[in-house]
């Protein structure tokens, strides 16, 4: 039979993962101001219109990301098509981030356009790339008919106001998220196996990993731009020492314990798309929330570290660290098929908090959801860890046992 392998696909090495390129970390930097974007969009409007509207725009920012880490999973960046393609959506996800700000009001439809140009061009492009290969033509011919229906709604939300853009562009944002979920079942071209999509475990895992390292690095930006321009007095220095041991723990938490693991488990996997569409897809937008969360808390520990903590401050320094460990919970659990007791433990302390953070200064109540963070980063460091096997997936939910037939 004749080779019809597309030459824009990576070529497989079972010795070793595919490496990310240079070209795949140039992308990043772009989702780097956007990061940045989103976090100073709470630190101006901390109020809960302010925070439904940030999610919003979180969610949208982060799917046009991880579909782009997933193209590249398949799509070779060193190909000088491909790395065309992800210049020209880099152009397009900078128009997305720099009118965050303002998506919400008048720069509503540049941030629908910007969206809607890397869902729908990076996919079209893609289908183009593997027009003949019958499999990833039919997964990508699905995967553009739901992104171009949620693409009417972006772009019709964009041309609307208030109320009305917030119903409409969480529709699109539904539809798109509901679609992995579904296989992206399309009519007259059913829907997508999770056993079709051919993962490559490693790169994935390294991608996630790096988002993760961009909001971290936009957590140290804010604090370190926030000391600069206060008095460096005691109060000011210990609020700014306990955001950096905040960033640090959560590092601690995330690389030190199951990042490699997973890589591990998911190339070993029967059905590596499954894990994969649950622990990078969705469940790996939780901790990044959390440390951007964590991030717009400790600017305002930073700015006022004694007195009492406010509503929004507490929520803020106690939710960020709590959704980024019910994220690393939930990640670990889709990929283990296991619960991680320290994190379990981790949550059960920072909700023990929550009825005294009213009555503890902001510095106090910083210091303590730290020591939270630390301390299960140190447990799960120094026990010793059970031998980490890739579960065997065949269409059931995380956590539950499969029986056999």
């Known amino acids: 039979m004749a080779n019809t392998k597309s030459p824009l696909l990576r070529e497989r090495n079972a010795a070793e993962h595919a490496r990310v390129t240079y070209a795949e970390l140039f992308f990043d930097l772009v989702f780097v101001f956007a990061v ?14 302010g925070l439904i509207h940030a999610t919003l725009l979180l969610l949208a920012v982060w799917w046009s990301w991880i579909y782009t880490a997933w193209a590249t999973n ?24 720099a009118a965050i ?62 109320e009305a853009r917030l119903a409409i562009w969480g529709l699109a944002l539904a539809i798109e998220y509901l679609s ?57 220095m210990a609020a700014f020492a306990s955001a950096f041991l905040c960033s640090l723990a959560m590092w601690w938490i995330y690389f030190s314990s199951t990042a490699e693991a997973a890589s591990k488990a998911i190339e070993e996997s029967k059905d590596p798309g499954a894990i994969a569409r649950v622990a990078y897809t969705y469940t790996h937008i939780l901790p ?13 520990v930073i700015h006022h570290p004694l007195g009492h903590a406010d509503f929004k401050i507490a929520a803020a320094v106690i939710g960020g660290p709590a959704l980024f460990l019910l994220g690393t919970l939930l990640f670990k659990l889709a990929v283990f098929r296991r619960w991680s007791r320290a994190r379990i433990t981790g949550l059960v302390a920072l909700a023990a908090l929550v009825p005294i953070a009213l009555n503890l200064s ?38 539950l046992k499969s029986k056999k037939r």
Request: proline share 7%.
């Open 288 to 300: 990044v929330a959390g440390i951007i969360v964590a991030a717009v808390g400790d600017e305002w």
């Open 180 to 236: 992995a979920a579904v296989g992206f079942w399309t009519p007259g071209l059913g829907r997508t196996k999770s056993a079709e999509w051919k993962v490559e475990g490693g790169h994935m895992a390294e991608r996630c990993a790096l988002f993760t390292i961009i909001a971290l690095g936009e957590s140290i930006i804010v604090s370190g731009s926030t000391v600069m321009g206060m008095p460096w007095d005691l109060p000011v």
């Open 362 to 399: 902001p510095l106090i109540l910083s210091a303590l959801s730290t020591l939270v963070l630390v301390a299960v980063g140190a447990w799960e460091s120094l026990t010793p860890r059970p031998v980490e096997k890739p579960p065997e997936h065949d269409g059931i939910k995380p956590g």
């Open 74 to 97: 398949w799509l070779d960046p060193e190909r000088g098509p491909v790395r065309l393609m992800l210049f020209v959506m880099m152009a397009a996800a900078l128009l997305l981030a």
């Open 36 to 49: 940045t974007q989103l976090s100073h969009a709470v630190l101006r409007h901390p109020d809960g219109p």
């Open 101 to 162: 700000p303002d998506a919400f009001g008048e720069r509503g439809l540049a941030f629908a356009a910007g969206h809607v140009t890397i869902q729908v061009g990076r996919t079209a492009f893609f289908l183009w790339s593997v027009w003949r290969e019958p499999q990833h033509r039919a997964n990508f011919a699905r995967i553009l008919s739901w992104l171009a229906f949620a693409a009417i709604f972006w772009i019709v939300g964009g041309f609307v106001q208030g």
